[in-house]
């Protein structure tokens, strides 16, 4: 079995988004694909941030409004163009969903140590409960999320009563 390098292994590799005019980077071991945003079904009595719901290889997945979920303020750049699909566990339960994101810009390797702890959160970038750091890069911030936050076991069990209901 071939052993990573020691440089390689302090560097994970994220995907980095654009919303809201912010930049975000996922983990890619949590993304399955992206794909163009489509026509969403909504949903009556969804939580707020959930767009609705979209067929993804044979399945209904939720997609949430990321600005919505972020509480990011409408600023005018708020349009999406892609749903980021992600493949997580959520309280031990494998969970996939999609994300609304404006712009996929790259997929790249960062060190651990470039991800800095944030002590005090602007409030026009998201919740912190998200938020499991920032990367400094090319002098703009990159917010590094947890998509495993992004949607609850309860908001699963709602939308899959929604959709049987119907």
């Known amino acids: ?33 992206v794909i163009l945003t489509e026509s969403l079904i909504s949903l009556p009595d ?3 941030y959930v767009a609705g719901i979209a067929h993804f290889r044979g399945k209904v997945i939720p997609v949430i409004d990321t600005v919505k979920r972020l509480a990011l303020p409408f600023n005018g750049d708020n349009s999406y163009s892609y749903i980021v699909v992600f493949a997580v566990e959520v ?3 494998n969970r996939t969903f999609g994300a609304l994101v404006s712009k996929v810009l790259s997929v790249g390797e960062y060190s651990r140590a470039d991800i800095r702890d944030v002590d005090v959160m602007p409030s026009d970038i998201g ?6 750091g920032v990367i400094e890069h090319d002098n703009e911030y990159i917010i590094v999320v947890s998509p495993a936050k992004f949607i609850s ?5 709602n939308i899959n009563n929604n959709v049987s209901e119907n």
């Open 153 to 157: 076991n309860e908001d699963y069990s």
């Open 91 to 93: 309280d031990g339960i």
């Open 1 to 33: 079995m071939p052993q990573s390098s020691p440089s390689n292994s302090n560097k994970d590799t994220y995907m980095v988004y654009r919303v809201g005019g912010h930049l975000y980077a996922a983990p890619i071991s949590s993304v399955i694909e």
């Open 46 to 48: 969804a939580s707020t």
């Open 127 to 132: 919740s912190p409960s998200y938020i499991k």
